[in-house]
């Protein structure tokens, strides 16, 4: 999809395909699409957002591919909502950082409601390892009419000095950050005291390799060392374990939701934590019991925090 080259074009492209949007989505698909499901994005009310994003065909329709991810980032910043609802109330300008942003999705569907949801200014600045995908993210932007509101850098998440960072973060958002990516936003939220940190974890493999090194042992969970799939299954369940009392520790209040459901993807686990009066110690003694009683392989997290 080109982007329009100049901003009169691009106008034209948004007004033609709003008109469009508002054609194809009528009462009878926007329900069939949702089935009662309450979604901040609706996709006859975003189609400039939605096509930037490649969620939407030219004809303003979804096709089957793109549900699952539309979905996905709507119930993430869905299940956000009254967290963002305070940020607003505490913040006159919201900042926010997407932590290993991919191509954008979610960075520009946060500055899609700061702008013409909640109507509430929001600076938000996405960052990925992949100058590929940032060089995707900047067209995204450009077409989705919202320079200005997002942002987008090149920079490994442990090594943001790089980059030009808001000194006040009052969020850290990461969805499906890689592995220890997402203890890398973790501890980023920690480190610049960011209210929310808010995360959607994929492919905890640390514990896992930890364990690998075990499976000749004869632990107590040496059955599950020796099995290289639960050895997987059960790191992703207890690294998120580990990483909810590590931020309790560090003083946040944390949850853990599905917050879509698994048809949609395995990888459903959203922790939320949220800034709170300080620092749990009893946390930090569960986490080195949990640590102890699960062969010892703890997350480099805990040292950086
Ligand atoms: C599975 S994708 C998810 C992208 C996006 N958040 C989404 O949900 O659409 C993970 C992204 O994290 C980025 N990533 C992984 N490790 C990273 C790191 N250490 N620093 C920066 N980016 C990282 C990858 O380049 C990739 O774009």
């Given at each position: 999809m080109p982007t329009p080259r100049t901003s009169r074009t691009r106008d034209r492209w948004a007004l033609e395909l709003e008109a469009r949007a508002r054609a194809h989505w009528t009462a009878a698909r926007t329900d069939e699409l949702l089935q009662g499901k309450d979604v901040l994005i609706r996709p006859g009310d975003a189609a400039t957002l939605l096509r930037a994003l490649g969620l939407l065909n030219a004809d303003a329709s979804l096709p089957p591919a793109q549900v699952r991810k539309y979905f996905q980032i709507n119930h993430m910043v869905g299940q956000l909502r009254l967290t963002f609802e305070e940020l607003r109330a505490r913040h006159a300008t919201i900042r926010l950082l997407d932590a290993g942003c991919g191509r954008s999705y979610l960075t520009l569907l946060l500055a899609w409601c700061g702008a013409?949801?909640?109507?509430?200014?929001?600076?938000?600045?996405?960052?990925?390892?992949?100058?590929?995908?940032?060089?995707?993210?900047?067209?995204?932007?450009?077409?989705?009419?919202?320079?200005?509101?997002?942002?987008?850098?090149?920079?490994?998440?442990?090594?943001?000095?790089?980059?030009?960072?808001?000194?006040?973060?009052?969020?850290?958002?990461?969805?499906?950050?890689?592995?220890?990516?997402?203890?890398?936003?973790i501890a980023i939220g920690v480190a610049r005291r960011a209210e929310l940190v808010a995360v959607a974890p994929c492919c905890q493999a640390e514990l896992a390799r930890g364990w690998e090194a075990l499976a000749d042992g004869q632990g107590d969970l040496a059955p599950i060392w020796r099995t290289p799939h639960l050895r997987r299954e059960t790191a992703a369940h207890l690294?998120?374990?580990?990483?909810?009392?590590?931020?309790?520790?560090?003083?946040?209040?944390?949850?853990?939701?599905?917050?879509?459901?698994?048809?949609?993807?395995?990888?459903?686990?959203?922790?939320?934590?949220?800034?709170?009066?300080?620092?749990?110690?009893?946390?930090?003694?569960?986490?080195?019991?949990?640590?102890?009683?699960?062969?010892?392989?703890?997350?480099?997290?805990?040292?950086?925090?």
């Open positions: 013409h949801v909640w109507r509430h200014p929001i600076e938000v600045l996405g960052v990925d390892r992949n100058p590929a995908v940032i060089e995707e993210c900047r067209r995204r932007t450009e077409l989705a009419q919202l320079d200005g509101v997002a942002r987008f850098e090149v920079a490994a998440l442990d090594q943001l000095d790089a980059i030009d960072v808001p000194a006040e973060l009052h969020g850290v958002i990461a969805l499906h950050a890689c592995d220890t990516a997402t203890c890398d936003a690294t998120d374990a580990m990483r909810m009392l590590l931020l309790r520790a560090a003083g946040y209040r944390t949850t853990a939701i599905e917050f879509i459901p698994s048809e949609h993807t395995r990888k459903n686990t959203l922790i939320r934590a949220v800034r709170g009066d300080g620092p749990d110690p009893a946390a930090a003694s569960e986490y080195d019991t949990l640590v102890r009683a699960t062969g010892g392989v703890g997350l480099a997290l805990a040292k950086r925090l």
